[in-house]
C-alpha cells in the first residue's frame, strides 16, 4: 500500500514542530518548500525509501522493529525503528543530542500519504500525494 512515489501537498502546524525542533526561522521558510518527494519499496519487512528535496537526496534502507540512524535534513541524529500496526507504520526515533523522542507515523488516507510528527507535545502533519 505504501509503495510508490509520494510528493508532499501541503502541511500542517509544520512551522510550529520545526520550531519546537530547534529549528531556526530561516531553515524553517526553506523546509516548508522543500518539495520533498519519498519513494518507498517496500519487500515482507524490508523498505527502501528514496528521499529527494531541495536540500538533498537520500537512500534509506530498514527493517521493521529494527532499529537505524537516520539523520535529519538539519543535520539531527536520531536512532530509532519503524513497525507496523495494521494499515500504519509507526515511528519512534530518539534524538542523539538531547535524548528527546520524535514520533511519526505514516498512513494511507483517501489515496494520500498522511505522516504525522511528535516532538515534545507538537503535532504536525504532511500530507503527500502519489505520483
Ligand atoms: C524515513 O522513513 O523517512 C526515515 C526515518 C524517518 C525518521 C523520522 C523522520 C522525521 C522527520 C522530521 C523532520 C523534521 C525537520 C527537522
Known sequence: AFNGTWK??????YDKFMEQMGINVMKRKLAEHDNLKITIEQDGNNF???????FRTKDIDFTLGVQFDYTLADGTEVSGTWELEGEKMNG???RKDNSK???????????DL??????????????FKKQ
Open 114 to 127: 498522511v505522516q504525522t510528527y511528535n516532538y515534545d507535545g507538537v503535532d504536525a502533519k504532511r500530507v
Open 92 to 94: 519512534k526515533f530518539t
Open 8 to 13: 508532499v501537498d501541503h502541511s500542517e502546524n
Open 101 to 111: 523522542v520524535l514520533t511519526t507515523t505514516r498512513s494511507i488516507v483517501g489515496g
Open 48 to 54: 527502501h525509501l528514496k528521499e529527494s528535496s531541495t
